[in-house]
């Protein structure tokens, strides 16, 4: 079974909430996530206080997507716009829209950086919509 690696732009808001809470809700499985553009090392202060909050795991470090990530593993990521850059950097890596992987919709997870906490909490009520209906 492959490797599920979450992705979005900087690696410090969406995709460190799903990977805490899909760690969660499937122990038995292996998921992590990366940015497209990391600029920081730490995960933003509000999606830590909801991963602490929710008792979730602790995510990864922010980590830039890499030529290895692409091999053996299944790339999710937020945005129409991060599946494009993906395919362009990586061809040939398996990338999908989340939403897309989970359900028949393509729907876009908004990025919450520089927002107040209640937008965090809406974006990780959204995740784990998308989250909940993967199939292991």
Do not use: W
Request: proline fraction near 5%; glycine fraction near 2%.
């Amino acid at each position: 079974m492959k490797k599920i690696i979450f992705v979005c732009t900087g690696n410090t808001c969406r995709s460190p909430l799903a990977e805490s809470y899909a760690k969660k809700v499937y122990p038995e499985r292996e998921f992590e996530s990366r940015g497209l553009m990391v600029t920081s090392d730490r995960i933003s202060k509000y999606s830590l206080e909801i991963i602490r909050e929710n008792a979730l795991p602790e995510p990864s470090s922010p980590r830039q997507l890499s030529k290895a990530d692409t091999l053996q593993s299944v790339l999710l990521v937020m945005t129409e716009a991060h599946r494009t850059a993906v395919e362009n950097m990586y061809p040939g890596a398996e990338v999908e829209l989340l939403s897309k992987f989970t359900t028949e919709h393509s729907v876009d997870i908004s990025d919450p950086f520089g927002a107040e906490k209640e937008v965090y909490n809406k974006v990780f009520q959204e995740i784990k919509t998308f989250v909940d209906k993967i199939e292991v």
